[in-house]
C-alpha cells in the first residue's frame, strides 16, 4: 500500500471510527527513535519444577522520572511475573493465588489441558483466594505464557502488568546445541509499551497503543550479550501493536520455534511480524561482532500496511501512539566477551513435526469477524461473548480446519485454547516460512481469510468450554471471543 492510500484508508478508518478524545491525556512528544540514556534489561526470575506457587498482588515500579506507577506483579515482581520452567510429562500442580481486591484468573496460554484446568474467564479466583489446578505437561518444548482472562477485565490486568513467560523443555529440544543459559544467551523478550497519565499511571481507559516501548517492563532497555549465538524467545505481549522485528545492520537471523515449539528446520529471515500472543524462538550471531560494539533490536513498523496494528499515523486519541507507523528501538544490545560454552552453529535440523494437512479435516467451521462499525464493539458472527453461549461444539478427536475470515475494518490477532494447529492457507498469499510450525495465535490481515487445521484430542466436556478470540485484550473484552466444547 503506498503512503497515500496509506492515509486515506486511515482517514476513512478514523471517519468510520469517530475521533474519540475521551483518553487523550497530555504527552509530552519527545525522544521516541533516539534514546542514548538506557536501562538495564530486567530478566524475570524463574521457578523450575513440578509445583508452582504464584500471587498476584499490587505493587509499584520506577518507570520514568518522577512518582512510581502503580503495577500488578506476580510474587513481589514490580511488573509482570517469574518465568516458569517445566518438563514435558511431567504432572505440574500450580497455586495461584489473589491478592488483589478484585477477581482473575490466570490462563495458561498455549497448554494442551482440560477446560476446568484451563484460567480462562470462567474459573475465577476470588480476592485472598487461592486456585489449584494440576495437569500433565503434553505441549512441545517452547515459549507459552500466563496471564489474567476475566472477562471485561483482561485489557486492564494486562496493562498493569500481570502476566509471565513459561518455558517448557523436552528430550528432543535439550539434545540439541541451542542456546539455553537463561539470561545469558537465552533471553525473554516481552515486549509491549504503555501510555501515562501526568501522574505516571498507566492510562487504562480503553486505547489500543502506548507511546514508549517497553521490553520486559524496562522502557529503552539495554543488555550485554556475548559475542556467541544468542537465543531470543519473544512474546507480543501488546494491546493491538504488531511488531515487524530485525536488526539495525539488517543482519539474518534464525527463528527455530513458533507458539507450539521448534520448526522442522531454522528458517533464515532479517524480519519477523509478531502479532499480540504469538511467541516465536529466534538466534542471532553475535561471534562476528566486536567485542564493545552495539546494536539495536528494532521494530521496523514504518510504512506497515493498514490493518496491522500500530500503522496508523495519529500520535494521540484512542488509535494514535507516539510510536505508530515508526522505526523504533526494542532492546540495546552490547557486545562483550563469549562465554567458555558458546554456542557457535545452528543446527541444520531441529526435529521432525507430523502437520495436519488441509484433506485431514472431517469438519470445516468458517468463523466471521464482524461489527467494529461506527462505534460498535468486534463480534464473531455477528454474536457478542456471551458467557453461557456456546458456539461451537467439536466432537473429541476430530480433526476440524477453521476457516476465519475478515471482511472487516482491521487486521486482528485469533487464538484458539486447547489445541497447536497448522495454518493452511491465506488468502492474501503465501504462508511465511517463519510461521509454518505449530501455531496457536495468528495475524489476519484486513480483508484476509486464513484456514488452520488442528486435532481436538485427549480433552471433553459438556459443560466446560474453551475460548476462541481475537487476542487485541481491548476486543476480546468487548465480546470478540467465542466458546466451544469438545465432546465425547
Ligand atoms: Cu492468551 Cu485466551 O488467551
Ligand atoms: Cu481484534
Given at each position: 500500500m503506498t503512503k497515500i492510500s496509506l492515509f486515506l484508508a486511515s482517514l476513512i478508518f478514523i471517519v468510520i471510527y469517530g475521533?474519540?478524545?475521551?483518553?487523550?491525556i497530555t504527552v509530552t512528544p519527545s525522544t521516541t527513535t533516539t534514546s542514548l540514556t538506557y536501562n538495564d534489561l530486567w530478566i524475570p526470575p524463574t521457578i523450575t519444577g513440578k509445583s508452582f506457587d504464584l500471587t498476584l498482588a499490587k505493587s509499584s515500579k520506577q518507570?520514568?522520572?518522577g512518582a512510581k506507577t502503580a503495577t500488578y506483579g506476580y510474587n513481589?515482581?514490580?511488573?509482570w511475573g517469574p518465568t516458569l520452567i517445566m518438563n514435558k510429562g511431567d504432572f505440574i500442580q500450580m497455586n495461584v493465588t489473589n491478592n488483589l481486591s478484585e477477581t482473575t484468573t490466570t490462563h495458561w496460554h498455549g497448554f494442551h489441558i482440560p477446560a476446568i484446568m484451563?484460567?480462562?474467564?470462567?474459573q475465577m479466583i476470588e480476592p485472598n483466594s487461592t486456585w489449584k489446578p494440576s495437569f500433565e505437561i503434553?505441549?512441545?518444548?517452547g515459549t507459552y505464557w500466563y496471564h489474567p482472562h476475566l472477562h471485561e477485565k483482561t485489557f486492564e490486568q494486562l496493562t498493569y502488568g500481570a502476566g509471565g513467560l513459561i518455558i517448557i523443555k523436552d528430550p528432543i529440544e535439550s539434545a540439541?546445541?541451542?542456546?539455553?543459559t537463561y539470561g545469558t544467551d537465552d533471553i525473554p523478550l516481552v515486549l509491549t509499551s504503555r501510555r501515562y497519565n501526568s501522574?505516571?499511571?498507566?492510562?487504562?481507559?480503553?486505547?489500543?497503543?502506548?507511546d514508549y516501548a517497553m521490553a520486559n517492563g524496562t522502557h529503552d532497555a539495554q543488555i550485554s550479550l556475548p559475542k556467541q549465538l544468542v537465543r531470543f524467545r519473544i512474546?507480543?505481549?501488546?494491546?493491538?501493536r504488531g511488531y515487524n522485528l530485525g536488526f539495525s545492520d539488517n543482519r539474518s537471523f534464525y527463528v527455530i520455534s513458533n507458539d507450539g515449539g521448534l520448526l522442522d528446520a531454522p528458517v533464515s529471515v532479517t524480519r519477523v511480524k509478531l502479532a499480540v500472543g504469538e511467541r516465536v524462538e529466534i538466534v542471532v550471531d553475535l561471534?562476528?561482532?566486536?567485542?564493545?560494539s552495539s546494536l539495536d533490536m528494532k521494530?521496523?513498523?514504518?510504512?506497515?500496511?493498514?490493518?496491522?496494528?500500530?500503522?496508523?499515523?495519529?500520535?494521540?486519541?484512542?488509535?494514535?501512539?507516539?510510536?505508530?507507523?515508526k522505526d523504533f528501538n526494542v532492546l540495546h544490545i552490547n557486545v562483550k566477551g563469549a562465554t567458555s560454552?558458546?554456542?557457535v552453529a545452528v543446527p541444520t535440523k531441529l526435529t521432525t513435526n507430523t502437520y495436519w494437512k488441509?484433506?485431514?479435516?472431517t469438519t470445516v467451521r468458517t468463523i466471521k469477524i464482524t461489527g467494529g462499525q461506527a462505534g460498535s464493539a468486534f463480534t464473531f458472527d455477528n454474536n457478542t461473548y456471551g458467557f453461557?453461549?456456546?458456539?461451537q461444539t467439536v466432537k473429541l478427536d476430530a480433526i476440524e480446519k477453521w476457516t476465519i475470515v475478515n471482511n472487516n475494518i482491521f487486521g486482528h490477532s485469533f487464538h484458539i485454547h486447547d489445541i497447536q494447529f497448522k495454518i493452511v492457507s491465506r488468502s492474501s498469499g503465501a504462508i511465511a516460512n517463519y510461521e509454518s510450525g505449530w501455531k496457536d495465535t495468528f495475524y489476519i490481515r484486513t480483508g484476509e481469510t486464513v484456514s488452520v487445521v488442528a486435532k481436538y484430542d485427549d480433552f471433553a466436556s459438556s459443560t466446560n468450554p474453551f475460548m476462541y478470540h481475537c487476542h487485541f485484550p481491548n476486543h476480546e473484552d468487548a465480546g470478540l471471543m467465542g466458546q466451544f466444547l469438545v465432546t465425547q
Open positions: 475521533c474519540n478524545k475521551s483518553d487523550d518507570l520514568r522520572s513481589g515482581s514490580e511488573f484451563d484460567g480462562g474467564p470462567h503434553k505441549n512441545n518444548a540439541l546445541a541451542l542456546p539455553r501522574d505516571n499511571s498507566f492510562t487504562t481507559t480503553e486505547h489500543a497503543y502506548g512474546l507480543n505481549a501488546e494491546t493491538e561471534s562476528k561482532d566486536e567485542v564493545g521494530a521496523y513498523n514504518a510504512n506497515q500496511e493498514f490493518g496491522f496494528g500500530g500503522s496508523e499515523p495519529q500520535t494521540t486519541g484512542q488509535f494514535g501512539s507516539l510510536l505508530n507507523n560454552n558458546a554456542i488441509e484433506s485431514d479435516a453461557t453461549t456456546i458456539n
